[in-house]
C-alpha cells in the first residue's frame, strides 16, 4: 500500500490559517470516513488531532479542524501559533485487512 | 495518567532477533487494541502490527510479516513485539499506541516516546 501524499513542507505567519493536505486513492481516503491527523513536536511522541475525519479528541484545540472531499483529505489549523510548528501525519484505513497507511508527514513553519 | 513506557531497543547485527516491550499504566489495558508504530530515521510512520483487545485478532504490515510478532500479557499490562531476522530497514524508533475509539483499529489516541532499534553489521 502507498504511502499518502501530503505536501513536504507548509508555513504561514502568526495568526493566519493553513491547511496541509492529504491525497490517497479511492480505496482509502475516498472511500472511508477514516481519516486521523497526528503533530508531532521533535523528539516527543505523536498526538492525535483529529479522527473520523473531522471529530476532535478531547483537549485538542478548536483551532484545529478535518474535512475531506473526493480522495483527498485537509487538516486546517487556523488562528496559527508559535507552538504549531510541527510535523503533521494524515493516516487511512485501506479498507484490507485492517491495515492503515500514513501519509509522508508535512513540516509546518511558523514564521 | 495514561501512560506508555517502551523499552528492549538496542543496537543489534542483520539477522538476529529483539523483544521489545511496551509497559501500559493509567487505563483499562484488556479493554483496548494496541499498536506498534515505528519511524525509520528522517522518514514517515508506518503501523507495524495491531492487536485487538480480543487477543486473537492481530495484523502486520506486509514489510515485517512472517518475522514480526504482536502480543500482548493482559496480566501484566504489558505489549510486546518480537522481531525475527531483522534487517538494515527495520531502523528506526518504535512506538506502542492505544488504539482509538470503539475497534482501536483505525487510529491512535495515547503515544509512547518510543524505543530505537538499529540494525547494523
Known amino acids: 500500500q502507498s504511502a499518502l501524499t501530503q505536501p513536504a513542507s507548509v508555513s504561514g505567519s502568526p495568526g493566519q490559517s493553513i491547511t496541509i493536505s492529504c491525497t490517497g486513492t479511492?480505496?482509502?481516503?475516498?472511500?472511508?470516513?477514516?481519516v486521523s491527523w497526528y503533530q508531532q513536536h521533535p523528539g516527543e511522541a505523536p498526538k492525535v488531532l483529529i479522527y473520523e475525519v473531522n471529530k476532535r479528541p478531547s483537549g485538542v484545540s478548536n483551532r484545529f479542524s478535518g474535512s475531506k472531499s473526493g480522495n483527498t483529505a485537509s487538516l486546517t489549523i487556523s488562528g496559527l501559533q508559535a507552538e504549531d510548528e510541527a510535523d503533521y501525519y494524515c493516516?487511512?484505513?485501506?479498507?484490507?485487512?485492517?491495515?492503515?497507511?500514513f501519509g509522508g508527514g508535512t513540516k509546518l513553519t511558523v514564521l | 495518567q495514561v501512560q506508555l513506557v517502551e523499552s528492549g531497543g538496542g543496537m543489534v547485527q542483520p539477522g538476529t532477533s529483539l523483544r521489545l516491550s511496551c509497559a501500559a499504566s493509567g487505563f483499562s489495558f484488556s479493554s483496548y487494541s494496541m499498536h506498534w508504530v515505528r519511524q525509520a530515521p528522517g522518514k514517515g510512520l508506518e503501523r507495524v502490527a495491531v492487536i485487538l483487545y480480543d487477543v486473537d485478532n492481530k495484523y502486520y504490515a506486509d514489510s515485517v510479516k512472517g518475522r514480526f510478532t504482536i502480543s500482548r500479557d493482559n496480566s501484566k499490562n504489558t505489549l510486546y513485539l518480537q522481531m525475527n531476522s531483522l534487517r538494515t530497514e527495520d531502523t528506526a524508533v518504535y512506538s506502542c499506541?492505544?488504539?482509538?475509539?470503539?475497534?482501536?483499529?483505525?487510529?491512535?489516541?495515547?503515544w509512547g516516546k518510543g524505543t530505537t532499534v538499529t540494525v547494523s553489521s
Open positions: 499506541a492505544r488504539g482509538g475509539g470503539s475497534t482501536g483499529k483505525y487510529y491512535m489516541d495515547v
Open positions: 493516516c487511512s484505513y485501506t479498507g484490507s485487512n485492517s491495515d492503515v497507511v
Open positions: 479511492s480505496s482509502d481516503v475516498g472511500t472511508y470516513n477514516l
